[in-house]
């Protein structure tokens, strides 16, 4: 039988965070859940309160607890990389950052991206920049997980990897609004705006990313792993499951060359090669096999 874990997991209160804790129970692993109190984890998890940004505030929470993995959820930019690095040294045999696919923001290829398109010890880290502002960091988000992967490549004090995720969908909780976006246009017949030469792109349930967050958990690969179900997908795949949905709806396409353009749809290529992930034994499903599924889960009784 497989040893129970003790996991930590910084963050985690939405989304697919909380479905990975969900499933960190469900498998009989300690489970401590660290936040700034806004909400409390699930029963049988432990609550540790601490602003993560301030580093006597996390070291006070953590005690002298250790740890077989960490699981940062919340982890964007390098000063708090730093702060992470320094806090749980000694403290964890693993961590797994989640990170982004925007961590290629910069890359424009034809093919799906690979991990070693954007290498951390290539990437150079400015811990002056004024990442404590909300704007900055927003405006910033995929540099600033770029960064704080590099924080860790450069001088890893544990065994570290960071999950890239591609774009999220599904589940009744999708706080982003992006489909409930598409969803507004078609019913009014309103128009979606694409740019001249839209790419598609590759996404992931979030199920999918949860059981991926699960399983890299129990691993030991370290460095970038790409994590997106097997397959494109096109702005008029994703509005057409939408449409299917709504009676009477109406999809109307207006291509721009300028100026904002609606989510989902993308100037450059924004695919993801999930290669390294499928040859370290992770078995992904394709993204057109769950579309469906996720629609009906975010949009509910809303379509109707």
Not at 26 to 39: F, P, Q
Not at 157 to 165: E, K, M, S
Request: glycine letters at 8%.
């Amino acid at each position: 039988m497989r040893r129970a874990r003790e996991v930590l997991v910084i963050g985690g209160n939405r989304y697919f965070g909380k479905r990975l804790i969900a499933r960190l129970l469900a498998a009989g692993d300690g489970v401590t859940v660290l936040n700034r109190g806004s909400s409390a984890p699930p029963p049988g998890a432990v609550h540790l309160v601490a602003d993560r940004n301030d580093e006597k505030s996390l070291t006070a929470a953590l005690g002298s607890r250790t740890f077989d993995a960490v699981v940062d959820q919340v982890c964007y930019t390098p000063r708090q990389a730093e702060t992470a690095r320094r806090v749980l040294t000694g403290r964890t045999r693993r961590y797994v950052l989640t990170s982004t696919v925007e961590v290629y923001e910069y890359e424009d290829s034809i093919a799906p991206v690979r991990e070693s398109d954007v290498d951390p010890l290539g990437v150079a880290v400015d811990l002056g920049l004024p990442w404590d502002d909300p704007e900055f960091l927003d405006a910033r988000y995929g540099e600033g997980k770029r960064q704080a992967e590099a924080v860790f490549a450069a001088d890893p004090a544990f065994p570290c990897t960071a999950v890239r995720v591609a774009h999220v969908l599904g589940g009744d909780d999708d706080f982003t609004g992006r489909m409930t976006h598409y969803a507004s246009r078609i019913r009014a017949g309103g128009p979606i705006t694409v740019p001249v030469v839209n790419h598609p792109a590759t996404y992931i349930h979030v199920e999918e990313i949860a059981d991926f967050l699960f399983w890299a958990v129990g691993q030991d690969f370290t460095g970038p792993v790409n994590a997106a179900s097997h397959g494109l997908l096109t702005t008029e795949e994703l509005c057409s499951a939408i449409a299917a949905r709504i009676p009477d709806g109406r999809t109307v396409f207006r291509q721009v060359e300028v100026g904002a353009t609606s989510p989902f749809s993308f100037t450059r290529g924004y695919a993801m090669d999930n290669s390294r992930a499928t040859r370290l034994g992770f078995r992904f499903t394709h993204a057109r096999q769950w579309l469906a599924k996720a629609v009906a889960e975010t949009l509910g009784k809303d379509a109707d």
